[in-house]
């Protein structure tokens, strides 16, 4: 009862909010940090006792749900996280705008993570999946009056969508597999090829919903959207839920021979190759939308290197340090009406509170000793360390670019400012912050051993255990990474050249080019098709049709009417023929009926 209403709640009262918001409106805020301070209750509740249930849904299918350890650390970081944000937007958003909307698409989408992380079958998982992805859309292109906004969330939606296709393979090849009721405990039983096949899915699936390469460009455009979605959206629903699902199947991964290692070096790229596109950006958000692409990475990188436990912790930790950086975006953004590096230089020093637990998320999300993520993102490289050298080698360059953004962005707010007004910030925007800071700096507590493997217990995994030295050599590269891009920025520039990094690789483009252009270009050529032969087939046929008719109904119809009135014409002589005899005189019929004797006669004879 519990789990389904803890799922019910915010879903039912985002729904509520989306179609009598009108009514609602001024009330929207109260009735969203409501419906999710209940939801978290019910999530700390779910976690302590482990509910489960089940519903028909289709034929030979069941819709299954439960919380087990690994679900129970995400219902409670996914409604400690929604709680933060929706308390954050109830101070940002003016009075024109519609609140009602808003709450309720936010309600709704943590309603489907809630779904997604408590799935047992790939049933349910989609239908969780399809709506995270329709909400998305909804909530990146919320102030829709804006073409760019629409476009934007358009992109992220098409991307997601196209990798989202991996899902509906992976179910259907389950089906045929034979896997029982579809469930995600039995996928590694698949019969022969179809484990192959759903592997495939699964991880096509995961790297586009959680920005990884290829996919990554749509996290950009995805910044369009209001700060407190991005806050959500980054931290602790649908770019984390791809990572989530890696985690969830990470059994599969390990028996599937090719798959672990392509997930692992998925991750460690994106890791790096997006840690540097987050270097070189000139607008705050995007800054953080790399490096969420980067820190997502390495919990890839942990699901491909067998350590589930690790991964998991360093998603719990980025859900706490990311909400709050973006948040902490959110409000100078209200505040100074800029996301410009180059134009918040200085905003710590304006605003000092949120400039200080601003800084502890940033160092935090750097991996600075002992902030939270120093120690996951550790035990993430002792994973990788066990696997193979070369993806530890790449997972500490990857962990040294992490500091070099960091330092950069703390550069630029903690830089001398001239003398400005400093608008007031209404005090619902600071209140989530501190609590958010708190999390991301204790939260590394978990790697202390003992700790560390109550928690590995708890998710189901094995905690590894990174050496002194490597615990030492991270922390080393993490503090210069920021120290020296921080004196860099300071003596050079604050804002480098962009350039192909700039650009995010130049990745939309390429995928606008490789594949939405010979997309539309195939969607005109069949439409030609369809327009020359199959719709030309189709009225050649009428014509054709048409002028047989014609023909039938000047020869045919003419020939057989004419032989009507042939047939027609003969009888009436024959009546004509046959009055004549009818004389009325009895001596004629008499004479008549002798001829008619003698012939009958003669017929006779001779018959």
């Not at 301070?37 to 849904?57: D, E, K, N, W």
């Not at 392509?262 to 270097?279: F, M, Q, S």
Request: hydrophobic share 60%.
């Amino acid at each position: 009862m519990v789990l389904w209403v803890l799922i019910g709640l915010p879903l039912s009262a985002g729904a509520v909010l989306l179609v009598v918001g009108h009514v609602l409106d001024r009330a929207a805020p109260a009735v969203g940090v409501t419906a999710a301070a209940v939801t978290l209750v019910l999530a700390i509740a779910a976690a302590f006792t482990r509910p489960a249930g089940s519903a028909p849904l289709l034929a030979g299918l069941r819709a299954e749900v439960g919380v087990d350890g690994l679900s129970a650390v995400m219902v409670v970081t996914v409604a400690v996280v929604l709680v933060a944000v929706l308390i954050f937007a109830a101070g940002e958003f003016a009075a024109e705008e519609s609140r009602a909307r808003f709450h309720g698409l936010m309600l709704v989408f943590a309603a489907a993570m809630l779904v997604t992380v408590t799935a047992r079958d790939l049933v349910v998982l989609l239908m969780a999946w399809e709506v995270m992805g329709a909400c998305s859309y909804a909530l990146i292109g919320f102030w829709w009056r804006e073409d760019h906004h629409v476009d934007s969330g358009g992109i992220a939606f098409l991307t997601t969508r196209s990798a989202d296709l991996g899902l509906y393979l992976a179910a259907g090849a389950a089906y045929a597999g034979g896997v029982p009721g579809l469930t995600l405990a039995e996928l590694p039983g698949a019969a022969g090829g179809w484990r192959d096949a759903i592997t495939a899915g699964l991880v096509l699936a995961a790297l586009g919903k959680s920005a990884q390469l290829p996919f990554s460009f749509w996290l950009s455009r995805a910044m369009d959207g209001p700060s407190p979605v991005s806050a959500l959206l980054h931290s602790a629903t649908m770019v984390a839920a791809g990572a989530y699902l890696l985690i969830r199947v990470e059994p599969l991964l390990a028996v599937t021979g090719w798959a672990a290692g392509t997930v692992a070096w998925a991750g460690v790229l994106t890791a790096l190759i997006l840690g540097a596109v987050a270097v070189v950006q000139r607008d705050l958000k995007q800054v953080l939308a790399a490096s969420t692409c980067s820190q997502i990475g390495f919990m890839v990188l942990a699901s491909g290197a067998g350590g589930a436990a690790a991964g998991t912790a360093q998603l719990v930790a980025h859900a706490a340090t990311k909400s709050l950086l973006f948040l902490g975006a959110g409000a100078w953004l209200v505040a100074l009406d800029t996301k410009d590096l180059a134009r918040l230089r200085g905003a710590a020093r304006r605003y000092p509170l949120l400039g200080t637990v601003f800084t502890i998320g940033a160092l935090a999300l750097a991996g600075v000793p002992p902030l939270s993520i120093w120690v996951t993102k550790d035990a993430v490289l002792a994973a990788a360390l066990a696997d193979s050298p070369a993806l530890y080698v790449v997972g500490l360059a990857a962990a040294l670019v992490s500091g070099a953004y960091v330092g950069r962005i703390l550069a630029v707010l903690w830089a001398p400012a001239d003398n400005m007004s400093n608008p007031r910030l209404n005090a619902a925007l600071l209140v989530p912050l501190p609590i958010l800071a708190a999390a991301a700096a204790l939260l590394g507590i978990g790697g202390v051993p003992v700790l560390s493997q109550r928690f590995a217990e708890l998710v189901g995994g094995e905690m590894p255990e990174p050496g002194w030295a490597e615990l030492v050599a991270s922390g080393l590269l993490a503090i210069g990474g920021v120290a020296g891009a921080a004196a860099w920025t300071r003596s050079r520039s604050l804002v480098p050249r962009a350039g192909l990094l700039g650009d995010w690789l130049g990745l939309e483009r390429l995928a606008h080019a490789g594949v939405a252009v010979p997309a539309a270009r195939l969607a005109e050529g069949l439409a030609r098709f369809d327009d020359r032969v199959v719709d030309g087939g189709v009225r050649g046929a009428a014509a054709t049709g048409a002028a047989l008719a014609r023909l039938a109904d000047v020869r045919v119809e003419l020939s057989l009417e004419a032989a009507v009135r042939a047939v027609a014409g003969g009888t009436r002589s024959l009546g004509r023929l046959a009055r004549r005899p009818q004389t009325g005189q009895l001596h004629h019929y008499y004479a008549q009926a002798a001829v008619a004797l003698g012939v009958l006669a003669l017929l006779l004879i001779f018959l």
